[in-house]
């Protein structure tokens, strides 16, 4: 049973449903781990800073396979997907500099295979000299090649081979242009990639049975990470609309292009991004090193979990007033995404921001609030961009016609009311009595309404604010 939400408390939560409003990032970057913020210092703007920084946790969290936590009951590891939306020219290049950070370490696994394979070819030329003999050697196997960073540009069959030979190491795809993704979503060796994602996403089995040599593949715990960022007329050929579930599963930033010409004169004595990234790519690959073998359960304080809670209850009620029952997914992920920013956060914070070393960690330990307060904003940043986003999309015209009439009914509904009003109401408007006892029974579910008394309800505070959330963005 929840505590009754203030005004002022629901407002915070729908703060800037406006996506023209400002966000100030002044305390988020006082706030950020140390090593984050001296990553984070070469970047100035606002917009890019954002796409740099959740483009960094997105990478970050797939350097450490082993962290996890325990969600709903089910282990949970800090692998996220994100989709940075920008116009043309509108410095969505930013997110190429996440696959830097992953340099030195796709360098180690590179040099490790290349190793592995000169032994193997040994070996089979060792095999094949005993052949010739009574005693024939035992044929060797071929190594696998592991790999953190995939193309975009992949088939189903490669995507599902290479998360098996990566074993416990999570894959990761960082891509500029969503349409290099949706080319493999739509040809007809990708075309269940999509699929993949989605069960990728919750860690759930996959797996590829092939006729050919009888092969069998299966992935008990699958890890993916993806960063996309392509232009508004791009999201649908990632998504085939807003009832498709991996759109539920992105995390989502709106980029904004300043019309403020931007000098782009190099600093005197200022290195290059690149050489930024590429610097920190080595501090990367110290942390990786070290985190191959250490095994971390992060756990959450019981505030933490009650204000994750109240947060998932509101932006329940806003998404589906706002959306209809499809967009309750978009809030009920969201919580998902707070704890696994939660635990990259935490990770990183007891990192040492000079040397890497994570030596001294144990078993487990509790996430700080400071950093469950920064995954909080940084989820809501997303959910708000996410909502807005969903009501643009296509969507079937029964259900865009049921969520429009739905909204006009309740909007007809007085702050206090009784039976008879909405039967009044109901019969104005052409709803049918099932209909219309669904939608008084959503709305309490969804803390709307309150029911006071048998047929005595009242809107609350909640509605209030979801009302002019949707006037906001119907402005």
Excluded at 378 to 398: C, D, E, G
Aim: net charge neutral.
């Amino acid at each position: 049973m929840y505590t009754p939400l203030s005004m002022l408390d629901v407002k915070r939560s729908f703060n800037c449903i406006d996506e023209t409003a400002d966000t100030d990032l002044s305390v988020l970057k006082a706030s950020l781990p140390t090593a984050l913020q001296r990553l984070m210092d070469c970047h100035d703007e606002d917009s890019e800073y954002l796409t740099a920084l959740m483009t960094t946790l997105v990478v970050g969290g797939s350097i450490i396979p082993e962290v996890s936590a325990i969600y709903d009951r089910r282990r949970i590891y800090p692998n996220l997907m994100l989709f940075i939306v920008c116009p043309p020219a509108g410095g969505k290049g930013v997110v190429s500099l996440g696959t830097k950070l992953l340099q030195r370490i796709n360098r180690h696994l590179s040099e490790s295979y290349q190793s592995a394979l000169a032994s193997y070819q040994q070996q089979m030329d060792q095999y094949r000299s005993s052949l010739k003999t009574d005693q024939p050697d035992k044929i060797p196997t071929r190594p696998k090649r592991a790999q953190l960073l995939v193309p975009g540009n992949i088939t189903t069959a490669k995507f599902i081979q290479q998360m098996a030979d990566n074993q416990s190491l999570p894959l990761i795809m960082v891509e500029t242009e969503a349409d290099v993704i949706a080319g493999s979503f739509k040809s007809d060796h990708g075309s269940q990639l999509s699929t993949l994602f989605r069960q990728a996403y919750h860690h759930e089995r996959v797996g590829l049975s092939r006729k050919t040599n009888n092969e069998l593949i299966e992935i008990e715990k699958p890890k993916l990470s993806v960063v996309i960022a392509g232009t508004d007329n791009q999201i649908l050929s990632i998504f085939k609309g807003n009832q498709d579930g991996l759109y539920s599963r992105f995390l989502f930033l709106r980029g904004v292009s300043s019309m403020q010409w931007r000098s782009l004169r190099p600093s005197a004595g200022s290195s290059s991004l690149d050489d930024h990234y590429t610097e920190w790519s080595e501090w990367f690959y110290r942390v990786w090193l070290q985190t191959q073998t250490l095994r971390v359960e992060v756990s959450f304080t019981d505030k933490q979990w009650d204000l994750l809670d109240e947060r998932g209850q509101q932006q329940q009620a806003t998404a589906h007033f706002v959306g209809g029952d499809y967009s309750v997914s978009i809030a009920r992920r969201h919580g998902l995404m707070v704890i696994r920013l939660a635990m990259t956060l935490s990770f990183f914070r007891r990192v040492d921001p000079v040397t890497g070393n994570v030596d001294g960690f144990i078993n487990s330990w509790v996430c700080d609030d400071v950093d469950f307060e920064l995954a909080l904003m940084l989820a809501n940043i997303s959910f708000q961009k996410s909502l807005n986003l969903y009501r643009t999309m296509p969507q079937h015209p029964s259900i865009h016609i049921a969520t429009g009439k739905r909204m006009t009914f309740f909007n007809a509904l007085p702050a206090h009311f009784e039976m008879k009003t909405v039967n009044a109401i109901a019969s104005g408007q052409g709803v049918a009595e099932r209909t219309k006892t669904r939608w008084l029974s959503s709305f309490c579910e969804t803390g709307m309404l309150v029911q006071i008394d048998r047929g005595e309800y009242k809107k609350t505070a909640m509605a209030a604010v979801a009302e002019e959330a949707v006037d906001q963005i119907d402005a």
